[in-house]
T-cell receptor, first 111, second 114 residues
Framework: QKEVEQDPGPLSVPEGAIVSLNCTYS??????FMWYRQYSRKGPELLMY????GNKEDGRFTAQVDKSSKYISLFIRDSQPSDSATYLC???????????FGTGTSLTVIP | DTGVSQNPRHKITKRGQNVTFRCDPI?????LYWYRQTLGQGPEFLTY????????KSRLLSDRFSAERPKGSFSTLEIQRTEQGDSAMYLC????????????FGQGTRLTVV
């Protein structure tokens, strides 16, 4: 079993929709949680970074962490065609140690 | 551009040849990471450095792979006697080990072994 599970999709939504992306994990030692966006043939771009449980909002993006359920989410409001990309969740046990990635969810926002 | 820089962006090599990739991290970042990503998968950890010290290596990093970070600045990843299974995107990331763990990735080097 992988330490981080992520539904690969693909996910297709109309422009303006609210998108919900999720990951589950098995290791309770994870404390730092990140979401990256990756366009085709490009490197991952950091979107959100959170520590422990709780919510964090940045513009149209909201990250949620529920450590009791070992479940993290990324919500995208008012989705745009430019949001079409693969979204990767990542997590680490300690500050600066290696990150464990999900497989990524492919999102397409249809104009 | 003050982001993480990787060179070359693309490399095609024949099986059995050696290849070397370079990563220049964000200048004040003291941690540098190498990851490998194959199609449809998330990045897999290979190794990381704090300054010039290599602190951790994955079991994925066979003895054909070697990484260095002389003087704690840029880093190189060398693959000797390349195999077709080495074809992947090799990603470098850097972070400032000082409370936060946000890591910023470069654009990657895409390796194709023919």
């Amino acid at each position: 079993q992988k330490e981080v599970e992520q539904d690969p999709g693909p996910l297709s939504v109309p422009e303006g929709a609210i998108v919900s992306l999720n990951c589950t994990y098995s290791n309770s030692a994870f404390q730092y949680f990140m979401w990256y966006r990756q366009y085709s043939r490009k490197g991952p771009e950091l979107l959100m970074y959170t520590y422990s449980s709780g919510n964090k909002e940045d513009g149209r993006f909201t990250a949620q962490v529920d450590k009791s359920s070992k479940y993290i989410s990324l919500f995208i409001r008012d989705s745009q065609p430019s949001d079409s990309a693969t979204y990767l969740c990542a997590m680490s046990k300690n500050t600066g140690n290696q990150f464990y990635f999900g497989t990524g969810t492919s999102l397409t926002v249809i104009p | 551009d003050t982001g993480v820089s990787q060179n070359p962006r693309h490399k095609i090599t024949k099986r059995g040849q050696n290849v070397t990739f370079r990563c220049d991290p964000i200048s004040e970042h003291n941690r540098l990471y190498w990851y490998r990503q194959t199609l449809g998968q998330g990045p897999e950890f290979l190794t990381y450095f704090q300054n010039e010290a290599q602190l951790e290596k994955s079991r994925l990093l066979s003895d054909r792979f070697s990484a260095e970070r002389p003087k704690g600045s840029f880093s190189t990843l060398e693959i000797q006697r390349t195999e077709q299974g080495d074809s992947a995107m090799y990603l470098c990331a850097s972070s400032l080990f000082s409370g936060g763990t946000e890591a910023f990735f470069g654009q990657g080097t895409r390796l194709t072994v023919v």
